[in-house]
């Protein structure tokens, strides 16, 4: 695909100009260019440069989310037109994303691949709670559940989501950016099976068992303070506000959105911890505090910011959660 093709069509996004965008991908098409390519080096690939030019701070959260709402319309569009319908001669899936994950392009270019592929699939969109998957699976009896998980902070989400779908004996078909590379995360959380993207998940399902078992208990060190951290997080979370007021004094001072957004980092922080915890993969938090410091130094914030919240998370942890403490120590 012509770079100048994706640039054009980024800049549509960055002008919240839907229906630019949608004659522009149109237009690939009626000159021979198929719906796979067009999703791929244009809707997917515009929307990992959308996430790169907000964390270098190119964008503000507001043209991101802009550019977000215009490129899932435009895929919206672009597979009603091409849609095979609902009724799947191979059997019936549902396609949610984990607990907490609110990011929905991936599950929609997922769930229309294996539509394509025969399979009749409901779209179920954002963060629906395990408790309400579970009764619903109870009452459509699906062949199958996708999960998709997008930001690796919702790991746990995709865990609870996993454990409610198989109770009912539906299997699982894991994917998305949240479970990297391999299996590995998708494995130990619970998934029946792990695809890296919707090409590989529709040769996946074509050895599909339509019936699973209830997903095995977590008996890795990590997964009882992943546990209590899930549970404690509004604790812990003032503890480390405390903590870091006595090591930097300003924050003391802070009011309003400076105070909401040091909040929302240290959330954020311990639900990474969390994350790390339940999948037993230091990597994990290492990689969000090193993508952190890229952020916050776009932003014009040294890289001590960093170092500071980490400090004051760990004397928050403290000897209550050992593993946990040790984990932010040695990153």
């Given at each position: 695909?012509?770079?100048?093709?994706?640039?054009?069509?980024?800049?549509?996004?960055?002008?919240?100009?839907?229906?630019?965008?949608?004659?522009?991908?149109?237009?690939?098409?009626?000159?021979?260019i198929?719906?796979?390519?067009?999703v791929?080096?244009?809707?997917?690939?515009?929307?990992?440069?959308?996430?790169?030019?907000?964390?270098?701070?190119?964008?503000?959260?507001?043209?991101?989310?802009?550019?977000?709402?215009?490129?899932?319309?435009?895929f919206?569009?672009?597979?009603?037109?091409?849609?095979?319908?609902?009724?799947?001669?191979r059997?019936?899936?549902?396609?949610?994303?984990?607990?907490?994950?609110?990011?929905?392009?991936?599950?929609?270019?997922?769930?229309?691949?294996?539509?394509?592929?025969?399979?009749?699939?409901?779209?179920?969109?954002?963060?629906?709670?395990?408790a309400?998957?579970?009764?619903?699976?109870?009452?459509?009896?699906?062949?199958?559940?996708?999960?998709?998980?997008?930001?690796?902070?919702?790991?746990?989400?995709?865990?609870?989501l996993?454990?409610?779908?198989?109770?009912?004996?539906?299997?699982?078909?894991?994917?998305?950016?949240?479970?990297?590379?391999?299996?590995?995360?998708?494995?130990?959380?619970?998934?029946?099976?792990?695809?890296?993207?919707?090409?590989?998940?529709?040769?996946?399902?074509?050895?599909?068992?339509?019936?699973?078992?209830?997903?095995?208990?977590?008996?890795?060190?990590?997964?009882?303070e992943?546990?209590?951290?899930?549970?404690?997080?509004?604790?812990?979370?003032?503890?480390?506000?405390?903590?870091?007021?006595?090591?930097?004094?300003?924050?003391?001072?802070?009011?309003?959105?400076?105070?909401?957004?040091t909040?929302?980092?240290?959330?954020?922080?311990?639900?990474?911890?969390?994350?790390?915890?339940?999948?037993?993969?230091?990597?994990?938090?290492a990689?969000?505090?090193?993508?952190?410091?890229?952020?916050?130094?776009?932003?014009?914030?040294?890289?001590?910011?960093?170092?500071?919240?980490?400090?004051?998370?760990?004397?928050?942890?403290?000897?209550?959660?050992?593993?946990?403490?040790?984990?932010?120590?040695?990153?």
């Open positions: 695909m012509n770079a100048g093709v994706l640039e054009e069509y980024l800049g549509h996004l960055a002008a919240g100009d839907r229906k630019r965008a949608l004659d522009l991908v149109m237009s690939l098409m009626r000159n021979g198929s719906l796979e390519v067009v791929e080096d244009v809707v997917r690939a515009g929307q990992v440069e959308v996430g790169r030019r907000w964390e270098s701070n190119e964008w503000s959260v507001a043209q991101e989310h802009a550019a977000t709402a215009v490129a899932e319309s435009v919206t569009a672009l597979v009603d037109r091409h849609d095979p319908g609902d009724d799947g001669p059997g019936r899936l549902v396609a949610v994303c984990a607990e907490g994950e609110w990011h929905t392009l991936a599950l929609r270019v997922l769930a229309d691949h294996v539509r394509r592929a025969g399979w009749g699939v409901t779209f179920l969109g954002p963060s629906v709670p395990a309400q998957m579970a009764r619903y699976l109870h009452d459509v009896g699906p062949d199958g559940l996708l999960v998709s998980c997008s930001v690796p902070l919702n790991l746990g989400g995709a865990r609870r996993i454990e409610a779908s198989r109770a009912t004996g539906t299997p699982v078909l894991a994917g998305g950016r949240a479970f990297g590379d391999d299996s590995r995360r998708a494995d130990i959380v619970g998934a029946d099976a792990w695809a890296p993207d919707p090409a590989a998940a529709a040769a996946r399902l074509d050895s599909w068992t339509s019936f699973t078992t209830p997903a095995p208990p977590l008996t890795h060190p990590g997964a009882a992943h546990a209590r951290l899930e549970r404690d997080a509004a604790v812990v979370l003032d503890r480390a506000m405390t903590e870091l007021a006595e090591a930097y004094p300003p924050v003391k001072e802070y009011t309003g959105h400076r105070l909401e957004r909040e929302e980092d240290l959330h954020y922080l311990l639900r990474f911890l969390s994350a790390a915890l339940l999948v037993d993969e230091p990597r994990l938090l990689d969000y505090l090193a993508w952190l410091e890229v952020v916050l130094g776009a932003r014009g914030l040294p890289p001590s910011v960093v170092g500071a919240t980490v400090d004051a998370v760990a004397r928050a942890t403290g000897p209550d959660l050992p593993l946990a403490t040790e984990l932010l120590r040695s990153v």
